[in-house]
């Protein structure tokens, strides 16, 4: 069974810059899956910010985030990382971890479709604001 779990997070001044990872398991090669992260805000519906292959070869980004986020895969750790950099208020959600099988898809359309992934994490928060 996926599992996706999200740590990092935290509070930063606007410019500023966090880290987020998420570790997948209960996967046998990462190379069929996508892996997104997703934010949301209260009353808003789930945006994607950016998704990577599990071959590493395709990304991506929203285009809110393009030049200011990027997303990594360490497979020594089993995580797939985001880097935030260049962070403003409007940054300021909940950001989840998703994992699924690709089967064919593209990693561009599932980004675009939070519904294309069924294991998520918990979600974890990250807040701008001076």
């Known amino acids: 069974q996926l599992h996706a779990v999200e740590s990092g997070g935290g509070s930063v001044q606007p410019g500023g810059s966090l880290s987020l990872s998420c570790l997948v398991s209960?996967?046998?090669?990462?190379?069929?899956?996508?892996i997104g992260w997703f934010r949301q805000a209260p009353g808003k519906e789930r945006e994607g910010v950016a998704c990577?292959?599990?071959?590493?070869?395709?990304?991506h980004y929203a285009d809110s985030v393009s030049g200011r986020f990027t997303i990594a895969i360490d497979n020594d750790k089993n995580t797939v990382d985001l880097q935030m950099n260049s962070l403003q208020p409007e940054d300021t959600d909940v950001y989840y971890c998703a994992v699924d099988l690709m089967l064919g898809a593209a990693v561009q359309d599932m980004c675009n479709t939070p519904g294309d992934f069924t294991s998520w994490g918990q979600g974890t928060q990250g807040t701008v604001s001076s």
């Open positions: 990577i292959s599990g071959n590493g070869r395709t990304a």
């Open positions: 209960g996967f046998t090669v990462l190379d069929y899956y996508a």
